[in-house]
């Protein structure tokens, strides 16, 4: 039985709308393979995860050394000593007095950590999150989520949850043009928290950058106002870095574009490329908020995941892989920018460093959503050797997140394929 059978017969995946019709076989930096040899340029990097590249040998190395001496104990069990220098050399690389981690294994499970966090040291149990927003597939974290496309039949949610409008330039919730706003988006959080809510609000939850909402990029006063409103409210900011840490945006982690402190952050996907691995961190007097018997995880803080994290950001530094997605992302931005003049589909381009969105529209004056459009450039994409995304709460956004190690050229094909597939789409898409 071949794979593709054995996925019909025996894998769920009635929540997708298909499997992208590619056998993975392996990977080399920014390349796939597919069993039969084809190769791929991957601009998606596993949802964005594999930012150090596919098979980075010093990161394999470091997993396998780990793996040859122990796979699990139980690192909140007995002390492992992955996971001490991981934590320690987090405390190090993350934002202002971020300190004590809590590890786990998936993005949903670090936000829910992080939720139960906030509660315990606040002594509140409200939360405002932003439309448009994701957080994980779990009770709580869909809870969160701004889109209702992801929540679809699952309600009710957890009570005592709000949402501020999306800090959404191109197609502003509150009707303002960016040069005149005055933020005034990152105004409503105080009224959400004041109308919405019941006296409880414990923490504000927002991604730096949106990823799954469509790559949304806040303006740059945005956290910093937000961040003074939770003072002011006694409330807790919770970034979401799940998607845009680990040097993807052009820094180590997207609140750095905003010179804000968060006062929890969580982390997953590119942690440890590719391993699976979740993680909060938090001030320690926050952290030490916990009492006894509030949280654990059995496989959190996996001794090899935690190798190949470290090695990850042993990587990332060494060579400023940060450095080099912001250089790597503002070129192809801006042949995308110019591409802009020539091409009627292209609404907005937008993102940090590689965490790139294409919106495509219709026409720029309804800015209707594209989003036959967009999903015929993905498939023109795949067939031509390049595997992009799509997001947005419409799918009209095409996201290009690739490996942070892609070169030049790899670029200059992703470019010239989607140049290609949007030119074809004209006449594709009736
Ligand atoms: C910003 C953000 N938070 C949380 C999650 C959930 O992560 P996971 O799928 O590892 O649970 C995602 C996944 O796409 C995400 O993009």
Sequence with gaps: MGVQDQYRDYVMTGFVKRIEPVVVDHGEGAKLYDEGGREFVDCFAGISVTNAGHANQAILEAAKAQADKIVHACSYVYYVPTVGALAERLAQVTPGDLRKTFFCNSGAEANEGAMRLAKR????????????????????????????????????????????PTPYCYRCPLGLAEDTCGLACAERVREVIRLHLSGQCCAFVAEPVMGEGGIITPPAGYFAAVKQILDDEGALFIADEVQSGFGRTGKLFAIEHYGVTPDIMTMAKGIADGWPLGAFIARAEIADAFQVGDHLSTFGGNPVSCAASLANIEFMTTTDLPGQAAAKGERLMARFREHAARESLIGDVRGKGLMIGVELVKDRTSKAFATAEAGFVRNFCLEHGVLIGVGGNFGNVLRLQPPLVITDSELDTVFATVAEALEAAHTAVA
Aim: with cysteine; aromatic share 12%; hydrophobic share 30%.
């Design 121 to 164: 040291f606040s002594g509140r149990c409200e939360l405002v999150a932003l439309e448009s927003s994701f957080h994980g597939r779990t009770y709580a974290t869909l809870s969160i989520t701004g889109n209702s496309g992801r929540k679809k039949g699952g309600g009710p949610y957890m009570p005592g949850v709000a949402f501020a």
